[in-house]
């Protein structure tokens, strides 16, 4: 479906820039937000090139567990936007519990590149909840490569991040958006799992001249 399709040039995109001279292909992060966070997690199980993966409320479809059946259901999406999965995943339409898989899995096959998700409290079509047991699920995965987990069995509370070199989570007040609480905190998870101080100096205001007020 259009997810695919969108991964697809997501990883057309990353051809153009491991041809670039002039930037660090080693060290490309793919996101997205909603929709083309589907698209950005699948873009990044496909494509090892991708050195990290971040999430942006992607709710079903993408980090949210189905099985809990919470907010946007598989019924709800594949109605909405019959386009954006194969076809055969109509047959789990108001049958979650008969999936054989479930979104875990999808981030699972990440590892062991760091992997980032971002929730907000008021989002609850997203599922925070979800989207944090999907990433607590792909831990074992991520220990078999000697990955770190989280080391917590439930969510922080809102407005507090975790985060080690290799998974991240929060979850910030607010609705179904990409805040600069969002982004400062992503830009920490970069800096850490990939080695990317030079971002930190890049959100550093230039130093003012001693004539400027």
């Known amino acids: 479906g259009a997810i695919g399709v969108w991964a697809w040039a997501l990883s057309r995109a990353m051809d153009a820039l491991?041809?670039?001279?002039?930037?660090?292909?080693?060290?490309?992060?793919?996101?997205?937000?909603?929709?083309?966070?589907?698209?950005?997690?699948?873009?990044?199980?496909?494509?090892?090139?991708?050195?990290?993966?971040?999430?942006?409320?992607?709710?079903?479809?993408?980090?949210?567990?189905?099985?809990?059946?919470?907010?946007?259901?598989?019924?709800?999406?594949?109605?909405?936007?019959?386009?954006?999965?194969?076809?055969?995943?109509?047959?789990?339409?108001?049958?979650?519990?008969?999936?054989?898989?479930?979104?875990h899995h999808l981030l699972s096959l990440i590892a062991p590149r760091p992997l980032y998700v971002t929730s907000a409290e008021e989002d609850r079509w997203s599922d925070p909840r979800g989207e944090f047991l999907g990433l607590i699920g792909a831990e074992p995965v991520y220990a078999l490569y000697g990955r770190r987990g989280?080391?917590?069995?439930?969510?922080?509370?809102?407005?507090?991040?975790?985060m080690n070199d290799a998974l991240g989570y929060h979850c910030r007040s607010g609705k179904h958006d990409v805040t600069a609480f969002d982004w400062e905190r992503v830009m920490d998870f970069c800096e850490r799992a990939l080695g990317l101080e030079d971002i930190r100096l890049a959100r550093r205001p230039p130093p003012r001249a001693p004539d400027e007020p």
């Open 150 to 162: 989280l080391g917590v069995a439930h969510p922080p509370a809102v407005g507090r991040a975790l």
């Open 18 to 103: 491991a041809e670039d001279a002039d930037l660090d292909a080693r060290r490309v992060v793919v996101h997205g937000f909603s929709r083309l966070d589907k698209a950005a997690l699948w873009a990044g199980a496909q494509d090892e090139r991708f050195a990290a993966v971040v999430s942006f409320q992607s709710g079903c479809g993408g980090a949210a567990l189905h099985k809990r059946v919470y907010g946007e259901t598989v019924r709800l999406i594949n109605d909405r936007f019959p386009h954006w999965f194969s076809r055969s995943f109509r047959r789990f339409n108001d049958r979650e519990t008969e999936l054989p898989f479930d979104q």
